[in-house]
C-alpha cells in the first residue's frame, strides 16, 4: 500500500507563531485530505487537496502531486490549535494515515 | 458538511463480555463505511470496510470473527467486539466517503472508547 511519512512529529509553538507540517507519499494519489484530531478524538476534516493550493482562516495547504508531497501552514497560531494533524492518501477506495504531527501551542 | 454519529462514545464492559457500537450516518447515504482503531499516541489502522447488503471486507490481521460487522441499511453500520479481552482496548472510529462532484471526502464519527476490565 502506499506509504505516508509525516514530519515532524511533534512541534511545541508560543502563541501567534507560524509553522508547516509536512506529508510525503509514496505513489500518485487521486485523493489527500489532511485532519485535525482533537483532545476528545474527533477528526475534523481541515482540507481535501490532491493538488494544488487552498486557504481556509489561518490553515492553508499545497500540495506538489508530482513530487510526492503536502504541506500544512498554520499561521498566527492559538492554542485551540492543538492537537493532532494527520494527512491521509487514498489507495484503492480507502485511505492511509501518516502517524501524524502533535502540536502544542503555549499561551 | 457531512455528519457522522457513533453510539456510545465511551463504553467500560468485563472481561468476556461482547459489546455493540453504531456508526450512523446523519444526512446522507452511506453504501460504504470504515471502521478504525487507534491506540494512544498512534495513528488510525484501518480494521475493515463494511458494505451495505453485503459482508464486511477485513483487512490483514484482524479477526472477523472477533469483530462482527453489520451494515444493515444505507445510514447504519455496527461493530461488535465479541468476547472483550483487556487487549481489545482501544478507541474505535468510523467513517463513510461523501461524493462532492471529483471531491469524495472521507467524514469521521467521534469515536467509541472502549476499556475492557
Known amino acids: 500500500g502506499i506509504q505516508v511519512e509525516q514530519s515532524p512529529p511533534d512541534l511545541i509553538l508560543q502563541e501567534g507563531a507560524n509553522s508547516t507540517l509536512r506529508c510525503n507519499f509514496s505513489?500518485?494519489?487521486?485523493?489527500l485530505q489532511w485532519f485535525h484530531q482533537n483532545p476528545w478524538g474527533q477528526l475534523i476534516n481541515l482540507f481535501y487537496?490532491?493538488?494544488g493550493t487552498k486557504q481556509n482562516g489561518r490553515l492553508s495547504a499545497t500540495t506538489v502531486a508530482t513530487e510526492r508531497y503536502s504541506l500544512l501552514y498554520i499561521s498566527s497560531s492559538q492554542t485551540t490549535d492543538s492537537g493532532v494533524y494527520f494527512c491521509?492518501?487514498?489507495?484503492?477506495?480507502?485511505?492511509?494515515f501518516g502517524a501524524g504531527t502533535t502540536v502544542t501551542v503555549r499561551a | 458538511g457531512a455528519v457522522v454519529s457513533q453510539h456510545p462514545s465511551r463504553v467500560i464492559c468485563k472481561s468476556g463480555t461482547s459489546v455493540k457500537i453504531e456508526c450512523r450516518s446523519l444526512?446522507?447515504?452511506?453504501?460504504?463505511m470504515f471502521w478504525y482503531r487507534q491506540f494512544p499516541k498512534q495513528s488510525l489502522m484501518l480494521m475493515a470496510t463494511?458494505?451495505?447488503?453485503?459482508?464486511?471486507?477485513?483487512e490483514q490481521g484482524v479477526e472477523k470473527d472477533k469483530f462482527l460487522i453489520n451494515h444493515a441499511s444505507l445510514t447504519l453500520s455496527t461493530l461488535t467486539v465479541t468476547s472483550a479481552h483487556p487487549e481489545d482496548s482501544s478507541f474505535y472510529i468510523c467513517?463513510?466517503?461523501?461524493?462532492?462532484?471529483?471531491?469524495?471526502?472521507?467524514?469521521f464519527g467521534p469515536g467509541t472508547r472502549l476499556t475492557v476490565l
Open positions: 467513517s463513510a466517503w461523501v461524493a462532492a462532484g471529483d471531491s469524495d471526502t472521507q467524514y
Open positions: 505513489d500518485s494519489v487521486n485523493n
Open positions: 487537496i490532491p493538488s
Open positions: 491521509a492518501v487514498e489507495g484503492d477506495y480507502k485511505l492511509s
Open positions: 444526512d446522507f447515504q452511506a453504501t460504504t
Open positions: 463494511s458494505n451495505e447488503g453485503s459482508k464486511a471486507t477485513y
